[in-house]
């Protein structure tokens, strides 16, 4: 009931135009049993599908929010460890609120990939992040509508992640951090 209808259309796409993609899930989770259904979920999606881009963990919800921050960090360990150990990347992606706060214990943890979203024209989280999402209401050329904007600080072609502090080079006339 949780699959993207149009997931195995856009994975295709990507694949026959040569875009790079990754994958995201909105975890639900509450319990040791739920991650491990949501690891079963995520590789059947991505069966037979060559990512270039992370599997991402998406760790926000509000049955989550009553959860300590150890258990918290437990789930996105034994996510990503399920979804690398099936031969994918993998990463966390959550709020910086969530980073620091709930998220704390793996805030500067270097296994796993850091997705921080914060809406701003700087990302000044103190967890250190590969991936910054930094707008839902960007637009692109061929898009309708408002879209989520991100910037990368990384190569994902590396075998690991690797944490770069103070992402980027400030541009003075937006106030954002690029490549």
């Known amino acids: 009931s949780q699959d993207d209808n149009t997931w195995e ?4 796409a990507c694949e026959k135009l040569g875009i790079p993609y990754g994958a995201y899930l909105y975890s639900y989770a509450s319990t040791t ?20 881009l992370p599997v991402f963990y998406d760790m926000e919800d509000g049955v989550q929010a009553a959860l300590s921050s150890s258990t918290l960090c437990s789930f996105a360990n034994q996510y990503c460890a399920g979804i690398t150990a099936a031969g994918y990347k993998a990463g966390i992606y959550s709020s910086k609120n969530w980073w620091e706060g709930k998220l704390s214990g793996i805030a500067q943890d270097t296994i796993y990939y850091h997705w921080v ?22 637009s692109v050329d061929g898009i309708s509508g408002n ?4 910037y990368s600080y990384v190569d994902t072609n590396s075998q690991s992640p690797t944490i770069v502090a103070n992402p980027g080079v400030l541009d003075e006339a937006t106030g954002t951090r690029l490549l």
């Open 117 to 138: 979203a914060q809406w701003n024209s700087v990302c000044d989280t103190n967890a250190a992040y590969q991936f910054w999402q930094n707008s839902s209401k960007g």
């Open 33 to 52: 049993e739920m991650v491990n259904s949501e690891i079963s979920h995520t590789l059947r999606l991505l069966a037979g599908h060559r990512l270039s």
């Open 147 to 150: 879209v989520d904007t991100d």
């Open 9 to 12: 259309t856009n994975a295709d």
